[in-house]
């Protein structure tokens, strides 16, 4: 099956519903996906987001903001979505399809060219 969203994180975060550009939100929000795609399919803590957001000088307001970037994610990638993003023990799993991320897609040709120069 093929993804309906595509998503970019080498580079700036972009996300791709069908070829079109859609906007994956403010540089903070993208920071939040960014770092759900670099786990996918993994839980990732709001403890967690908020240190990749933010590192050691995260304000008080973090969290609340996190899971504000989360809720606005979900409608962006919507309900119709190959993709879903589902809050798990305190933390969030972003469910996509593995070719769906640039960033998969360029490891998966790199150990094919590794491959067939062996």
Known sequence: MHADLHFSVLGPVRLHRRG???TAGQPRQCAVLASLLLRAGRP?????LVEDV???E???SAVGSVRTYVYRLRR???ERSDSSLSLVDGGYLLRVQRDAVDLNRFKEKAARAR???G
């Open 58 to 60: 995260a304000p008080p």
């Open 76 to 78: 962006a990638l919507g």
């Open 20 to 22: 079109v550009e859609e």
């Open 44 to 48: 990732v803590s709001l403890t967690k």
């Open 115 to 117: 491959e067939a120069r």
């Open 54 to 56: 933010w590192g050691d």
